[in-house]
Structure formats: structure tokens, C-alpha cells
T-cell receptor, first 111, second 113 residues
Framework: GQSLEQPSEVTAVEGAIVQINCTYQ??????LSWYQQHDGGAPTFLSY????GLEETGRFSSFLSRSDSYGYLLLQELQMKDSASYFC????????????FGAGTRLFVKA | DAGITQSPRHKVTETGTPVTLRCHQT?????MYWYRQDPGHGLRLIHY???????DKGEVSDGYSVSRSKTEDFLLTLESATSSQTSVYFC????????????FGQGTRLTVV
């Protein structure tokens, strides 16, 4: 079957750096995406990694290692507004493309 | 922001009644999806559409049906609502099958009592 694992909760201090990991066991892996969701809001796209390595978008970076079936989202210079849930999602090609979401990581940023 | 709206935003209904949720997009994206979100489960795909009148099942499709008669509208119907269908429902759109990037509506909070 297809599965993704990410921590359920992470707590960090304002101004710090935090890493949210995502490991996956899938067949037909194509790429890894990250979404942010604030309480009561819609998931919003953050980043996509189709190739190994680091993708940087402002304070957020995302990393992928296909050989390790592992990726992470790195948030720098944490702000209170970064308190939200973060979902990894893998796109797989199993004769047709589909996307599978992880259960999400709740990030709490403390002052 | 992508033009995608869901209606209603909140609904309380009784067990056994039919319920229809609507998703409307103004982006002309080919692919549309319905997800449900429950604590501890993330987003789970109910049904998706790859064109007008072209739909397929997702991983949690039992008890749900969908229709897409126009590119811009994707309807999700609970034929006979049950308490297990109490959830937050999200519609999403994308330009490609599966997706590297999808745009989500604001969600519909459905409570079945």
C-alpha cells in the first residue's frame, strides 16, 4: 500500500528554525508537495520537489531524497503566523497519476 | 487567489436526508476533486473529475456520488447522510492529473445529527 508518515505535532520558538519530516512508502513515486493550513482555512500550496535536493522559497525550503524516501520542510525565522498544520503529499504514477496526503503536522510557535 | 468557491460553508442535517455540496471554479481547470478532512486522517479523496461527465472514485467513495455537467461546477451528493459523514469537505482544482499543485476551496463543515 501507499503510506506517508509525518510527526503529529512540533513546537518551536519564534525566530527559530524548525524542520518537519515526511517519510513515504509508495510505488510509482513522482514528487513531493507541501501544503499549509491555518485553523478553519483551506490548504494552500507551499512547494514541490520533483528532483532530489533543496528548493527554497523565501523563509521556507523543502528537501527531497528519493533514495531515502524522505523529505522535509524547513521553516526559518519562525513567526507566530506560521502556527498551522503542514501536510506533505506525494504524487504517484500507478498507471494514472494521483496524490496522497499525509495526516499533517501541527506546528505551534511560541513567543 | 484561485477562483474556487464552495457552498454552503456550513450545514447541519439529519441522518437519512440527502445533501448536496457545490464547488464552483472560474479557472477553467480540467481536474476537480472532493476531499474530506477528519482529525488524524489528513485529506482523503472521495471522488474526482477529469472532465465534463467524467468522474472516478477515490479512496473513501462509499455513500457519496458526484456529478459534473459543466466545467466550472462539481457537485458532491450524500444520498442518505450518516453521522460518520460529519466532516469538513474540501473541493480542489488542478490543471494536471494527480497534481503537484492544487488550489482548494474554503471548505464546507457538515454536521449530521
Amino acid at each position: 500500500g501507499q503510506s506517508l508518515e509525518q510527526p503529529s505535532e512540533v513546537t518551536a520558538v519564534e525566530g527559530a528554525i524548525v524542520q518537519i519530516n515526511c517519510t513515504y512508502q509508495t510505488s510509482g513515486f513522482y514528487g513531493l508537495s507541501w501544503y499549509q493550513q491555518h485553523d478553519g482555512g483551506a490548504p494552500t500550496f507551499l512547494s514541490y520537489n520533483g528532483l532530489d535536493g533543496l528548493e527554497e522559497t523565501g523563509r521556507f525550503s523543502s528537501f527531497l531524497s528519493r533514495s531515502d524516501s524522505y523529505g522535509y520542510l524547513l521553516l526559518q525565522e519562525l513567526q507566530m503566523k506560521d502556527s498551522a498544520s503542514y501536510f506533505c503529499a506525494v504524487m504517484v504514477d500507478t498507471g494514472g497519476f494521483k496524490t496522497i496526503f499525509g495526516a499533517g503536522t501541527r506546528l505551534f510557535v511560541k513567543a | 487567489d484561485a477562483g474556487i468557491t464552495q457552498s454552503p460553508r456550513h450545514k447541519v442535517t439529519e441522518t437519512g436526508t440527502p445533501v448536496t455540496l457545490r464547488c464552483h471554479q472560474t479557472e477553467n481547470h480540467r481536474y476537480m476533486y472532493w476531499y474530506r478532512q477528519d482529525p488524524g486522517h489528513g485529506l482523503r479523496l472521495i471522488h474526482y473529475s477529469y472532465g465534463v461527465k467524467d468522474t472516478d472514485k477515490g479512496e473513501v467513495s462509499d455513500g457519496y456520488s458526484v456529478s459534473r455537467s459543466k466545467t466550472e461546477d462539481f457537485l458532491l451528493t450524500l444520498e442518505s447522510a450518516t453521522s460518520s459523514q460529519t466532516s469538513v469537505y474540501f473541493c480542489a482544482i488542478s490543471e494536471s492529473e494527480g497534481f503537484t499543485e492544487a488550489f482548494f476551496g474554503q471548505g464546507t463543515r457538515l454536521t449530521v445529527v
